[in-house]
């Protein structure tokens, strides 16, 4: 899956292997956050070293369940497209990350441009960091749903995980990562309408 990473990384392969791994023993959600690098590949074939490791960590933080005290609250009715919660836990990924790297002795620039787009993959705002966000909603759409169902009742409503699915499909400004996601959009709304709550 990340062949070409690896060829792209050249020296630094042994860097994304252990970012891999890091991923997978920090993340509650790894595989949401590893299928986010693989789809930043199949949107944008000449993504950079940067871009990918933005990727498969943009959510890291939550792997950290110490002090993790979120500014506004996240279920319970929670507003899904808040700024403040959303710049708060775009910041603290990128925050972790950069430890992480900084420990691992990584360019310093490369560091810079990591942590400038985890600090954006929730809004965008340019190519790359759109291309993030578009990925990251593609993930969430394919790997997530039966997450977010299954709270149904519990901390949110049927309308709540509705909403959210919404926000992640129309968030997608390409065109492209649309037309990938589309399908999956479709089959999250499917399974939502069979829950009767």
Not at 39 to 64: C, M, N, S
Request: charged content about 30%; glycine content about 4%.
């Amino acid at each position: 899956m990340f062949q070409r990473f690896d060829i792209l990384l050249g020296m630094n392969t042994q860097l994304l292997v252990k970012i891999r791994k890091w991923v997978k023993e920090t993340s509650p959600n790894a595989d949401h956050l590893i299928r986010t690098g693989y789809w930043v590949e199949r949107i944008y074939p000449k993504a950079d070293v940067a871009l990918v490791i933005a990727a498969i960590t943009h959510d890291i933080e939550r792997g950290f369940v110490q002090k993790r005290i979120p500014p506004s609250p996240e279920f319970k009715g929670a507003k899904w497209d808040d700024p403040v919660y959303d710049k708060w836990h775009s910041e603290r990924s990128a925050k972790f990350v950069k430890e992480f790297l900084e420990k691992e002795n990584a360019d310093k620039k490369l560091i810079e441009k990591i942590v400038q787009l985890i600090s954006h993959h929730e809004h965008g705002g340019w190519k790359e960091a759109d291309i993030l966000k578009d990925a990251d909603s593609i993930s969430f759409l394919e790997i997530n749903v039966p997450h977010f169902i299954s709270k149904i009742s519990g901390d949110f409503s049927k309308d709540d995980v509705k909403e959210k699915f919404d926000l992640m499909y129309y968030r997608i400004s390409s065109p492209k990562a649309k037309k990938i996601a589309e399908p999956f959009y479709k089959n999250a709304i499917r399974k939502l309408n069979l829950t009767y709550v």
